[in-house]
């Protein structure tokens, strides 16, 4: 066993001494870490909400309205010049001339929100959705105010004074904190797309030098036999993974804040399955593709297709049903579920039994189809 | 045909050439003959236009390479001393790229590239990727792509490493061949046996410096007739120059701690080897060579060609 | 202009015996849009939100709420599920669903008596979009069951007093509530059925506002440009790359010993990676076009194409003429492409990018790529609409390749050791 250590050590030793290897190991991932995080909000609650009001009535109703849209979460203004359409450079709702008279005399009155380029897609779709519950409120109050004897604004204020009838508290599972977001979302799927495809990349373009060279013949030929050498070699790629993942957990948690769960012992179980499972895909792959060039092509392709039906790329909740269900036929979506299990519900080890024998069911086979294409010469 | 005048090259602190000359004739075989690091391949990278030497010159046909490298490098054909062939393509389709590199078109270049699978016996394989050829195969491809535009002067280096003595037969006979055939070749090998069964003068080079130049009876000729005598024993250089000391047949060669090598003129070796065993005197070994090469090396640098 | 023709042809010919790498480089694209596609694409849109009901109250208010989320308009969006009482919990934390709505007991007590009632939303913490949706459909709910409570009242009121009293309620009061209801129902009708207020989105000035139920096409369409420009730049990695696969194999030293130039020998190559960019370009395009099944400008897009090809020679020039090895090349090329990649709308559409990001993208030709070729694909735009991107890229291109045949002429020229 000594010698397959020896071989597997050699393989990770030879990895560490080629320069870019730091880069492509270690600063890349940091770097996507950062970069879907700040794509998703950074590490800490959104800014609040830009919009300007271009109030073009200035009757009660239309000022009941503003007053319904304006709270904690809106950076609300209403700038003295009014910017032209188009070139505005912060989102902007425009309250129609004739609003007020308009609504109390039942006729439709459309409000529009303008967006700018600068807004990114969720932010838009928030401030609709919270211009739509002002509407829907002051559309309440304008009823009851109208019920108990018309609609006046001295009327409006006083409905708008009572406390609310009907509330709603949010709460969140699991251990109850607020949604994951920016980072906490980034950084699990993000270490499991880099270690898969750096694992991939590395373990496959290094066996393949050797196929070529001549070197893994040479290996052959010392009294281990064949079966040891592809043992040594598994191992090689596991410790470059496991390597991999756990500097990047440290960074995950000292760089980006991330809490990794509950459950030391059930997160080092799913790390350690997930490498296992990727260092077989590794040695696969070294044992199928002809050269480095190959294994390096292949070996970026297969990593981001299995990250991104793995849910490392977007969350998963958003694939239809189906793609959700056949992705488990992919060992990265066994390893985003655990992530989910221990990070976001605070689960532990027995929580974690099932995507780690899926992962190491995954190594497994792997492990097996490359001990029987690999060919040494 | 091929003129090399002074050249002299500098690799940072290593003068790796240092102001060779030598010509070459138009139907000759020319060696350079020399250990590894010798400067062989410089020179030839020299006179193809692949290194600018510091110092020097060298004519082609007459042509200046400095002025017109373009017409230098029509004229002649180079087979490096790495096999440098596309393995993706095919002979034919190797032979065809490099022709049209070297100004062959259509017919011409048709034929050309015939005639030279015929050469190097590649013909039947002519259409099979070079992926999949022999050793010996590749290194046959690899000198008729220095052929196939039919060079004034065509540069060698070291064409025959790696390869099966048959193959290396059939490599030289190529050579004798083209030689024979008008061209000029400058051939550079560390084999004593190619430079002195296949050229026709030969020049020894070693650490960049040209140390003789000559056909094979000159060069014998200056490492004079007699043998080489190697003594090997628990003695030191001192003590072993004295034992000859005087003796006018007797040339000292090198000495070392531990060896002695003594050149006998006029078939002196018996007498000297009786000499040198009378007596009590701590010799462990001795060996005669006859007259060669590597003993001219040995004469002239005190060390071994293969060293 | 023969030798240059063969050098082409010559390089061409290798990359089709050895078609695996661009192969795979070129199906990437295709597989990555594919997938958003398949995700984002599919016909039903966004997935449903799996909304899980615990009704404690059972009565008139909650079985109302209830029919409310069952409505038509509700099943579009919501897949909602009532559970037994302290069971949703636990499913929301098995992952089985977006959110859990707990409706208390006395909830139709509170209504009626028009008590302060709470609702809680309890959201699946693994999802962030769903769960969002389910909150601001719930919010929006709770308004109108709010503002419904209050423009109620004296209905309600009588209700509550049928509801707790003993026996049936008479017809006098079944009247009198009717017509309260009635009367607060007129009253209302004019702000509320319809509503009397409503809203128009804008989009940014050049973006189509966001379709509802984006098809696979369109999805597909979107991802397309930006990746596919990437991939255009990795072919281009691939082509110029050879340059030191050449000098390591021997046969760039071989070529330097021919009658040609360095100058020579290095446009060969850049021809030759042009070239197979050119025939990368027109088999995504070709894709592109029969995915659109609509025309697009020729003109435009060749002028595109050609600026594209350009600013893809020149950065791969740049790049194999600063790197010593094969090896270090490779991995310069790889890590900058990525990094244009993220921020140039390759893998992230530009305007998911924070505002800072997306003024750097700006600087990457990935981005202009990008913009250009939905511009064209999106929205019908003619030369006009693609001649900044087509001046960018050129003029980055331009600029780069001569930077990078001098680069490579000088390294070619040099890099031959004895």
Known sequence: MSNVLWLAWNDVRLTARDKPAFLWLVALPIAMMWFFGAIGGGSERPLRLALDVLDEDGGWVARALVDEVRDDTIDLQEPAVAQAPGGAERRRLVVPAGFTAGVLAGERQVLRVEHVASGTTESNLAVQAHVVRAIARTIGRLATAKIEGGASAERYRDVAARPALVRLAVATAGRGTPVPRGREQSVPGMLTMTVLMMTLIYGAVFLTIEKQSGMLRRQSLVPMGRGRVILAKLIGRLILAALQIGVLVAAGRLLFGVSWGRSPAGLALLLLSYAIAVAGLATLLGAVVRNPAQASAVGWIVGMVLAALGGCWWPSEVMPAWMRAAAHVLPTAWAMDGFHGLITFGQGLPDVLVPAAALLGFGGAFSILAARLLRVS | MIQAEGLSKRFGELKAVDRVSFDVRAGEIYGLLGPNGAGKTTILSMIAGLLAPDEGRVTIDGIDLARDPIAVKARLGVVPQEVALYDELSARENLRFWGGLYGLRGARLAKAVDDSLERVGLAPRANDRVRTYSGGMKRRLNLSLGLIHEPRALLLDEPTVGIDPQARAAILDLVRAIAAAGTAVLYTTHYLDEAETLCHRIGILDHGRRLAEGTLDELKQLHGEGELITVRGAFDAAAARGWVAGDATIEVVGAETGTLVLAAKDGAAARILAKLLDGDRPIDGVSIRPPSLNGLFLKLTGRELRD | ?418
């Open chain 3, 1 to 418: 202009m023969g030798l240059l023709a063969g050098m082409v042809r010559k390089d061409l010919l290798r990359h089709a015996r050895s078609p695996l790498g661009p192969a795979l480089v070129l199906a990437f694209p295709l597989i990555f849009a594919g997938l958003i596609a398949l995700t984002f694409g599919g016909s039903s849109g966004t997935p449903k939100v799996r909304l899980l009901v615990e009704n404690r109250d059972d009565g008139l208010a909650s079985q109302l709420a209830l029919a409310a989320l069952r409505d038509a308009r509700m099943t579009a969006y919501f897949d909602v599920e009532e559970v037994g009482v302290d069971l949703g919990l636990a499913r929301i934390e098995r992952d089985e669903a977006s959110a859990l709505l707990r409706i208390p007991n006395g909830f139709t007590d509170a209504i009626l008596a028009r008590e302060p009632v709470t609702l809680e939303l309890v959201r699946n913490p693994s999802e962030r979009i769903l769960p969002e949706i389910a909150e601001q459909v719930m919010a929006v709910g709770v308004e109108v069951l709010d503002a419904g409570a209050r423009v109620l009242g004296p209905g309600l009121d009588g209700l509550r007093g049928a509801i707790e009293g003993d026996g049936w309620p008479t017809p006098g009061t079944v009247a009198a509530i009717a017509t309260a209801v009635q009367s607060s129902a007129q009253a209302a009708s004019t702000l509320v059925f319809p509503p009397v207020i409503a809203l128009e989105v804008v989009a940014a000035a050049g973006n189509e506002p966001e379709e509802q139920g984006s098809t696979f096409s369109i999805v597909f369409l979107t991802m397309l440009p930006g990746v596919a420009v990437w991939a255009l730049f990795m072919v281009g990695d691939t082509g110029m790359r050879d340059i030191l696969t050449e000098a390591t194999a021997g046969t760039l030293r071989r070529q330097l010993a021919a009658p040609l130039g360095v100058r020579e020998i290095v446009a060969g190559k850049a021809l030759a990676m042009a070239a197979l960019a050119l025939i990368s370009l027109t088999i995504l395009a070709g894709i592109g076009a029969f995915a659109a099944r609509r025309p697009v400008d020729a003109g435009a897009f060749l002028a595109l194409s050609a600026a594209l090809v350009l600013a893809v020679t020149g950065f791969s020039a740049v790049v194999y003429g600063l790197a010593r090895t094969e090896r270090q090349g490779s991995t310069l090329a790889s890590i900058v492409l990525l990094v244009f990649a993220f921020l140039g709308g390759a893998f992230v559409p530009l305007d998911s990018l924070p505002a800072s990001l997306r003024i750097v993208s700006r600087l990457t030709p990935i981005a202009w790529g990008t913009m250009g070729y939905q511009s064209l694909l999106e929205d019908g735009a003619g030369l006009s609409g693609v001649l900044p991107s087509v001046l960018v890229l050129a003029g980055f291109g331009a600029s780069f390749l001569v930077v990078g045949m001098w680069l490579l002429g000088r390294k070619a020229a040099r890099g031959v050791v004895a």
